[in-house]
C-alpha cells in the first residue's frame, strides 16, 4: 500500500529516526493535556510542571490580557479571512506602528509565523545572490534558506566569526544575507550582534536574524534596569546597544508573548517590497483576532508590568543556573537567558532519562539526534515568570538526584558551569 510505502520512507530517514524512536517510547511526544493549572498540567491521571513552555513572561495566563480578547471577537469577528494583501482590520496598523515604536525600527510588517518568513522572505531578499549561514542557526531559517538556494541563491554555512568573514571575502554575487539565530533556541547563548554587524557592513551583507527567545526578554541596557535582561523585552539589537542600519530582525509573538503572531523589523521600502512578493502576505489566511487582541494588551502589560516580570524571570533562572553550576554539571547555557539545556552523559539513553523526569513530574524538552550532535543529547527546561519558587525547588531537587547519578556531563574547562 502507497501510504506504508511513504511512512517506511520517514522511517528509514535518519533525519527524523531520532525523533520517531522518541514518539513511540517515550511519553513527551504528542502528549494531550487535559487540563492546566498555571504551569502545572495533567496529563491522563497525571500532575507534572510544565518546564516545556516558552511563554516567558506569562502572558498566557494574565488576566488583564484574557480579558482583552472577548471586545476584539466581538468588534472584528473571530477570523479575519482575508489575506493581508485583501483587507487588515485596523488592528494591524495599530500593531505594526506600536512593535516599531518598542522596537525602536524604522518600520515593521507581521505575518502568522516565523516559519513562514524564513520560507518566504529568505528567498524574495536573496534572489540569486549569497546566503552565509550560522552552522547553529535554526530548523526553520536553514528551511528558508534550502528553499531559496532552489530558486537560485548561493547556500553556504559559517561556524565561527572567522569563518564568515573568509566566506564574506569570497563571496561572488550579491546581495548578501547572513543568516543566524538571535539567542539561540538551544543553548539559550546571545550573540555579539555587534561584531558580526562590523563584518556585514565591511561587506557590504544585510545581517538577517531571528530572535523569537529574545523579544520579549532581553532588550536596551539602562543604568536603571531591574535585571541584565535589560530593559522593556525590545530584543537584541537594542540589547546590544546596535542600529537596525544593514539588518533585518525578525521575531514571534507566540513565545514571550503567547499570541500567534511573528514580525520583521525592517526598512519601509523592504517592507513594501515584500508585500509583492512574500506568499504569507499575499496568499495565506492571517492571524486569528484572538491573537491580534493578546499581542496589544500585551504591549499594554509589557510596559506597565514587563521589567518587573523580566526581573522575576531573570531570578528564577539564576536560581536554577547556580544550582546547576554548583553542582559541576555542563549546560552550555553562559548568558543567563532563560532557556537551560541538560546535556545527558553519553552512556545515558535519552529515552530512560524522559521515564525518570515523568515519575518525578517534570514536563520537558527533549533533545535528541539529529536534532542536535550527538554530545548534545539531552533535555531543555525554560523557567517562566509563571513558575513559582517552590517549582524551582523542586526542579532543583531532580536535578541534583540526577547528577548524583550520573545522569549529566560534568562541566567543561571554561565553561561557565
Ligand atoms: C529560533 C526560532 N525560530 C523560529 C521558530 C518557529 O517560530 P514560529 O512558531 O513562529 O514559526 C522557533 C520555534 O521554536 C524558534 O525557536
Known amino acids: 500500500m502507497r501510504a506504508e510505502q511513504l511512512a517506511t520512507a520517514v522511517d528509514t530517514d535518519p533525519r527524523y529516526s531520532g525523533i520517531a524512536r522518541l514518539r513511540e517510547e517515550t511519553r513527551f511526544y504528542d502528549a494531550v493535556i487535559d487540563e492546566i493549572d498555571g504551569r502545572r498540567i495533567r496529563i491522563g491521571e497525571h500532575w507534572l510542571t510544565d518546564w516545556a513552555s516558552c511563554n516567558y513572561l506569562g502572558f498566557d495566563l494574565e488576566p488583564q490580557i484574557i480579558g482583552a480578547v472577548e471586545e476584539q471577537l466581538r468588534r472584528w469577528g473571530t477570523h479575519p479571512s482575508w489575506s493581508r494583501m485583501l483587507g487588515n482590520p485596523r488592528l494591524y496598523p495599530v500593531i505594526e506602528e506600536r512593535l516599531a515604536a518598542l522596537l525602536g525600527a524604522p518600520d515593521t510588517l507581521v505575518l502568522p509565523t516565523i516559519t513562514q518568513i524564513h520560507l518566504s522572505v529568505i528567498p524574495a531578499l536573496a534572489g540569486q545572490g549569497t ?30 566569526l572567522d569563518e564568515l568573514a573568509d566566506r564574506l571575502a569570497e563571496a561572488t554575487t550579491s546581495p548578501i544575507l547572513v543568516c543566524m539565530d538571535g539567542v539561540n533556541s538551544m543553548t539559550g547563548n546571545i550573540p555579539d550582534v555587534r561584531r558580526y554587524l562590523d563584518l556585514c557592513r565591511a561587506h557590504g551583507a544585510v545581517l538577517y536574524i531571528d530572535d523569537a527567545h529574545g523579544f520579549g526578554v532581553i532588550g536596551a541596557r539602562s543604568e536603571d534596569e531591574t535585571s541584565p535582561y535589560g530593559t522593556m523585552g525590545n530584543s537584541i539589537i537594542r540589547y546590544c546597544g546596535e542600529s537596525y542600519d544593514d539588518v533585518v530582525l525578525v521575531g514571534g509573538f507566540s513565545k514571550a508573548y503567547s499570541s500567534l503572531l511573528a514580525f520583521l523589523a525592517l526598512p519601509t521600502v523592504l517592507k513594501n517590497r515584500l508585500k509583492s512578493a512574500a506568499a504569507p502576505y499575499l496568499y495565506s489566511g492571517p492571524s486569528p483576532t484572538a491573537s491580534l487582541a493578546t499581542v496589544l494588551a500585551g504591549f499594554d502589560v509589557n510596559a506597565e508590568r514587563g521589567d ?94 540526577l547528577a548524583a547519578a550520573g545522569v549529566f556531563q560534568e562541566a567543561r574547562e571554561g565553561s561557565a558551569s
Open 308 to 401: 518587573k516580570l523580566r526581573a522575576d524571570l531573570h531570578r528564577m533562572s539564576m536560581r536554577v543556573l547556580n544550582h546547576v553550576r554548583g553542582l559541576g554539571v555542563f549546560t552550555p547555557n553562559t548568558d543567563d537567558t532563560p532557556i537551560i539545556e541538560l546535556p545527558i552523559a553519553l552512556d545515558r539513553d535519552l529515552v530512560d532519562v524522559s521515564e525518570l523526569l515523568w515519575e518525578r513530574g517534570l514536563f520537558v524538552t527533549l533533545a535528541p539526534y539529529p536534532g542536535v550532535p550527538r554530545d548534545q543529547v539531552g533535555f531543555r527546561v525554560q523557567v517562566t515568570a509563571a513558575n513559582t519558587d517552590e517549582q524551582i525547588d523542586e526542579l532543583n531537587a531532580v536535578i541534583g538526584e
Open 131 to 160: 546566503i552565509l549561514i550560522d552552522s547553529r542557526a535554526h530548523k526553520t531559517i536553514w528551511d528558508g534558506c534550502v528553499f531559496a538556494r532552489a530558486q537560485g541563491a548561493t547556500l553556504t554555512r559559517f561556524r565561527t
